[in-house]
């Protein structure tokens, strides 16, 4: 049983489950068929859709809000890096009665995702869910998200004990602004009673039908005497939609409410470790997909009333569309969404949202009788980049605006003949990493909807990195201890003897192979006209000539600015050669040395970069 300190995997109590091998299809959706009475055709499509209902979790707390761990530690687990789930929380392991912190972002990526209504997991009377409802009704509230009712299976409940269930809810909470009754439904409140098949005799239910809609969890029509429609919550079951059809077309002719349940995926390993449950996985959202192309299909029963989804945040059951972290803490074995409708890195932490709002938009659109959304969205305004640091840039624009709703942007880093997408966000600012230092970037910025139509692009903008860490161009010598790289070296005379200022050490390649080359990084793109190049000043270093070119970039190819010649480093004259040449605006230095009388190898004790 799972009780609101210790959750059983559901799938335990829904009977045998075959193994599914999904093909990574999506199915083409026909709309004929009977349909739930629908509001007027051609009805515009919300922006939440309170038809589209949400499996929403309270039972998680940590010591720092509730005092202790909650269901965290589910599996034996260790929180809050070592949790009871196969993915682990972008917020890490919150506490749901962090309202303004975790709760109030739940709430704005519910209405990301295009959901009107949750379904709030209760657990009785002054358990710890319930306790925490009326914030999390306060919160919901703020975002235009509605909450129903998951009435759980707690200890000793019973058909008389639902029904004062009940009236405790309507009571306690049917005077918030968040609470939700059904418009088209006689303005009734929604309970589902999750495992309902464990209780033979419901007729208790009605004392409250009248006034509520209570949905039992099964196919079986012999089973849901006495309540006012059918639910499934199994997120495996989903992907072949086994009785939909008959409970679909039962429900159409006794008026009932058809809520068929989708899902994401289902792994729960970590939760219940050496379980034996099938799982299911998220082929890159293609599951997700395809279960809900069943619950639409006419020829699994058409449009239902309602379509719940298995879940907001079930994490012990990996069937979460909250925002999984791509960079989970490492070593625990930790799946992340990465690949999900092509997105990867931190893009595909919401890859779920954005394709449950797309998937409520087009329910939506097909239960008032409209027409699938084509209009794009309009370009995003005023395009601006500025420099964050020395490996990364801000891009930041006003709001794209769009018929039903803009869902997120796409942001490009122009390439040459393709454009690199480097990120997407739902906000209207995106900062791009890994960049390379003093470097010029351009930029723009798609808007994309619901139904996946993209913006004409953005203005293009163009911005600078900074500097790496520490480094500043400087005056004098630009190449004193800035970053040096060299071809090879020998021993432990490395290339940043070079740049260190001490004249006795020295960067000395690999013997006896050539060419050699050693590179320094001035950070950034300045003028240089002359070099000195040093080998120590002892006149043990007899004199040698190295044979040498000097080369330079900005950024890309490295040019020639002085051809290969010989160059003599003569003790009597301290060991130094200095080159010159017309002064020119670069970044990156570069000595290319085939040849040396003196080694077998290139060596300097300083290599001095001067503007003139």
């Not at 739940?106 to 914030?135: N, P």
């Not at 009435?151 to 918030?176: Q, W």
């Not at 942007?409 to 480097?422: H, I, L, P, Q």
Request: one cysteine or more.
């Amino acid at each position: 049983m799972k009780t609101s300190d210790q959750s059983v995997s559901r799938l335990r109590h829904t009977g045998r489950r075959a193994q599914i091998v999904l093909a990574l299809l999506l199915v083409t959706l026909c709309w004929a068929g009977a349909q739930t009475p629908l509001p007027a055709r051609g009805a515009a499509v919300p922006e939440q859709s309170s038809n589209v209902h949400l499996f929403y979790y309270s039972w998680y707390g940590n010591p720092q809000t509730s005092g202790e761990w909650r269901h965290w530690q589910q599996g034996g687990r260790t929180p809050p890096n070592d949790v009871g789930a196969d993915l682990y929380p972008s917020l890490g392991a919150y506490d749901s009665g962090d309202y303004a912190g975790a709760v109030t972002r739940h709430m704005q990526w519910i209405k990301q995702a295009g959901v009107g209504v949750i379904v709030y997991s209760w657990w009785g009377r002054d358990s710890f869910e319930d306790r925490l409802t009326r914030g999390v009704m306060d919160a919901a509230a703020r975002y235009g998200v509605k909450v129903a009712w998951h009435l759980e299976p707690y200890e000793g409940r019973t058909a008389a004990s639902t029904v004062e269930d009940i009236r405790y809810i309507n009571t306690r909470y049917g005077s918030h602004p968040a609470f939700y009754r059904d418009a088209e439904h006689g303005d009734r409140a929604a309970f589902y009673v999750f495992e309902s098949l464990r209780i033979t005799d419901w007729a208790a239910l009605g004392q409250v039908t009248a006034g509520n809609i209570v949905l039992a969890q099964t196919t079986d029509t012999s089973k849901i005497a006495h309540f006012s429609g059918m639910y499934t919550y199994d997120g495996i079951a989903g992907a072949t939609a086994p009785g939909w059809a008959n409970a679909s077309a039962y429900a159409k002719r006794n008026n009932l409410i058809w809520a068929p349940s989708v899902a994401p995926g289902y792994i729960d390993d970590r939760a219940v470790p050496g379980n034996t449950t099938p799982t299911l996985g998220r082929a890159n959202g293609a599951t997700y997909d395809l279960e809900w192309s069943n619950a639409l299909d006419p020829a699994k029963g058409g449009l239902p009333t309602w379509v719940s989804i298995t879940s907001f945040n079930e994490w012990h059951e990996g069937s979460s569309i909250e925002p999984a972290d791509s960079t989970p803490p490492a070593g625990f074995g930790y799946q992340t969404f990465d690949g999900a409708y092509g997105r990867t890195g931190t893009a595909a932490e919401t890859a779920y949202l954005d394709r449950t709002k797309y998937w409520a938009t087009e329910f939506e659109t097909r239960r008032t009788g409209g027409t699938r959304d084509t209009q794009p969205p309009t370009a995003p305004g005023a395009a601006r980049a500025v420099p964050a640091s020395g490996t990364s840039i801000t891009v930041g624009w006003t709001a794209a605006t769009d018929n039903v709703g803009v869902t997120g942007y796409d942001v490009y880093r122009e390439a040459g003949a393709t454009d690199v997408k480097v990120g997407s966000t739902a906000g209207t600012s995106f900062t791009v990493t890994g960049l390379t230092p003093s470097t010029s970037y351009s930029f723009y910025v798609v808007a994309r909807d619901a139904a996946q139509n993209t913006s004409p692009p953005s203005g293009t903008v163009t911005a600078t990195t900074g500097p790496p860490p520490g480094c500043s161009p400087g005056t004098g010598d630009l190449a004193r201890n800035k970053v040096v790289s060299a071809s090879s070296v020998t021993q432990n005379y490395v290339a940043a003897n070079a740049v260190d200022g001490d004249a006795n050490t020295y960067w000395e390649s690999a013997n006896h192979t050539f060419p050699q080359s050693i590179t320094v990084d001035l950070c950034a793109q300045v003028s240089v006209g002359r070099l000195v190049l040093r080998l120590p000043p002892s006149a043990a270093w007899g004199t040698r000539t190295q044979t040498l070119s000097v080369q330079a970039s900005s950024g890309g190819d490295f040019e020639t600015v002085v051809p290969s010649r010989g160059h003599v480093f003569d003790p009597a004259t301290g060991n130094t050669v200095t080159i010159t040449f017309p002064a020119t605006a670069k970044r990156y230095v570069r000595l290319n040395i085939t040849g040396n009388t003196g080694w077998p190898a290139g060596q300097l004790s300083a290599f001095e970069v001067y503007s003139s």
